[in-house]
């Protein structure tokens, strides 16, 4: 007989909610992308999302918490030489590289807010060097996005844990003796 294994609760509704409002939003951005009212909006949005989801970081749920994942340079170098010996522990919240893929992804939003923004403003109206900066930011998304995709279904392999899932009903395989829990 074949049994499920015990899930927890990891991701509360509020770090679901904000992930995927972000991912359906930048997907409309890209599909509107000539800066219509619509695309304002959004990006306005995704801004107060943004900002939703750190001040989350400080206050919110155990794994939502910035501390218990916030990257440390030897952390994620040992992170990553363990990984590419097939040695990574299992970190219930986010793992080191996945904590500076969330980091580099709010970081590149942030950046498109403020660049799509000042386009607007009579100061840099029209500005070229301005609208490529943005175009860059973009593109750059697209591959961070990439790049995070690829790495939660690698991780949903490599763990035997869907990732994916867990992000839209909030839970993981329950931890073992060697998974990495946050500290509260």
Sequence with gaps: MHT????????????????????????GNFLNEEGETWHRYAGYTVLGLVLLRLLWGMVGSRYARLSSFWPRPRQVLAYLRALMQDRAPRYLGHNPAAAVMMLALWANLLALVVSGWLMGTDAFWG?????????LLANGLLVLVGLHVAAAVFESWRERDNLIGAMVHGKKRAPTAHDIAPHD
Excluded at 4 to 27: E, F, Q, T
């Design 127 to 135: 500005e070229e060097w301005l609208e490529d900066l943005h175009e």
């Design 4 to 27: 499920k294994p015990a899930r927890i609760a990891v991701w509360d509704p509020l770090v679901r909610i904000s992930h995927w409002l972000v991912a359906l939003l930048v997907l």
